[in-house]
């Protein structure tokens, strides 16, 4: 079983940052790829960036610029380092890893989730 745990998450003024982590641990083979999604009320969730093992990065436009993903395979944690915030980034943000358990089994993973709220 593979548990996804992320944190920092919080209030912040527009125009501020924050830095969210996000862990994985159990039976990790290989994880690989990482992604962040987001989802504000009354919308769907979305994909905010996505990094793979080697390190290649997919940005959603409105993020492109302001976010930076990033992993640290060692400690099986990925980053999601928010600059420039705006009021509109406010949401539910969630990590998200493509796991395998063993050499053939892959597993698709989310953590709980942390609440990002970005004032005006």
């Known amino acids: 079983q593979v548990q996804l745990v992320e944190s920092g998450g919080g209030l912040v003024q527009a125009g501020g940052s924050l830095r969210l982590s996000c862990t994985a641990s159990g039976s990790i083979f290989r994880i690989d790829t990482w992604g962040w999604y987001r989802q504000a009320p009354g919308k769907q969730r979305e994909l905010v960036a996505n990094?793979?093992?080697?390190?290649?990065?997919h940005y959603a436009d409105s993020m492109k610029g302001r976010f930076t993903i990033s992993r640290d395979n060692a400690k099986n944690t990925v980053y999601l380092q928010m600059n420039s915030l705006k009021p509109e980034d406010t949401a539910v943000y969630y990590c998200?890893?493509?796991?395998?358990?063993?050499?053939?089994?892959?597993?698709?993973?989310w953590g709980q989730g942390t609440q990002v709220t970005v004032s005006s």
């Open positions: 990094i793979t093992r080697s390190g290649t990065t």
């Open positions: 998200y890893a493509e796991i395998a358990t063993t050499w053939l089994v892959s597993t698709n993973n």
